[in-house]
């Protein structure tokens, strides 16, 4: 069967159609053909009746003809695109879940939709732990002083009111526990910090202290961690009220979903002196715009634009994970991560 299959590695600038190509081929012989696509005008923003999707419907339509297995990061599947391409019958993304896909349509095409899960679950806890340590000790504002200005002036923060926190016996609150918390909340046990977990979800043995009450988990936490997946339950999970219930002179760190946070809640609560500090990756509007409260606030705070999941080994994984799927369609076994 693999003789007559051709695979359409359609990638971007992350995960390199050339990546894609050799992952298969490390797997099967099977035609793999090479496809560029280009990030959406609007980063992150709808295309058609999918999200999070590159806008080439049409140069995507064009490199599937004659294509049965589609796998792509940002291609947008969408119903016109399965009504072009009769033969496509398998589509693997090479994320966390197929927001790029219209699944509806994909199951009347009875095309299978696959994703891949876990794949950057280490490099955005890893950068969490970074951007924690980085807004703790104002590492980014003192390196922006003295590489940027030419200025000693960071040094005052080597002031007893000035200086930052250390993790080893630091409250730290982390908000979900899944592959990315889990992860964080190893790392922050191996510094020494008091790490406690709030997760209605999560059975069995954590690394920390459960905590059943979001509530108290805030009023506990001098630093809070956010891990949460974005859903209807968790959007605006903490807002003007969680964040007033936090100690004086907290610190918040989002590097999961923008919406879990209410952003004016947080530049409220940073403005007033309630909160000392925050890490942001992920924002309610992406790319984060021109008028947006947080410019105003970039003293006390660290801004990175969407970056946690980004390694070199997420994308080699990735690429690994939709070749081990290709595979197991191709040679008739069931599907690992399958939608559809």
């Known amino acids: 069967m693999s003789e007559h299959v051709r695979v359409l590695a359609a990638g971007d600038h992350f995960i390199l159609p050339s990546l894609i190509r050799r992952a298969i081929g490390d797997e099967l012989p099977c035609e793999v053909a090479e496809l560029t696509l280009g990030w959406p005008l609007e980063p992150f923003g709808p ?57 509806d349509a994909a199951k009347r095409h009875d095309v299978r939709v696959c994703f891949s899960p876990g794949r950057n679950a280490a490099a955005t806890a890893e950068f969490t732990v970074g951007v924690l340590l980085s807004t703790l000790r104002r590492i980014p504002q003192a390196h922006n002083l003295l590489a940027g200005q030419g200025s000693w002036q960071g040094a005052t923060y080597y002031t007893y009111e000035h ?18 918390g889990s992860r964080v909340a190893r790392a922050l046990c191996a510094f020494g910090a008091q790490v406690m977990v709030h997760d209605p979800y999560v059975r069995g043995e954590i690394h920390g202290l459960r905590v059943h009450s979001l509530d108290e988990l805030l ?19 903490i807002g003007a009220r969680e964040l007033a219930l936090l100690p004086e002179g907290a610190v918040v760190v989002n590097v999961a979903r923008g919406p879990l946070l209410d952003e004016d809640a947080l530049c409220d609560a940073l403005e007033s002196g309630r909160l000392s500090a925050a890490a942001l990756d992920t924002y309610a509007t992406e790319p984060l715009p021109a008028d947006s409260r947080l410019h105003a606030l970039a003293e006390r705070l660290v801004l990175t634009p969407h970056l946690g999941g980004a390694s070199r080994a997420v994308a ?14 191709v040679r008739g076994e069931p599907l690992a991560h399958c939608l559809t």
């Open 163 to 180: 200086s930052g926190l250390e993790l080893e016996d630091l409250p730290v609150g982390l908000v979900g526990y899944g592959a990315v």
């Open 316 to 329: 080699e994984k990735a690429a690994r994970i939709a070749a081990d799927e290709v595979a197991r369609w």
């Open 219 to 237: 009023r506990r936490s001098r630093v809070i961690t956010l891990h949460a997946r974005l859903t209807p339950e968790t959007r605006g999970l």
């Open 47 to 103: 295309v058609a009746e999918v999200t999070e999707a590159s806008d080439a419907e049409d140069e995507l339509i064009e490199a599937l003809a004659g294509t049965q297995v589609l796998v792509t990061q940002m291609g947008p599947v969408t119903e016109r695109v399965l009504d072009a391409c009769p033969g496509l019958r398998l589509v693997v993304v090479c994320r966390g879940g197929p927001v790029n896909v219209n699944l």
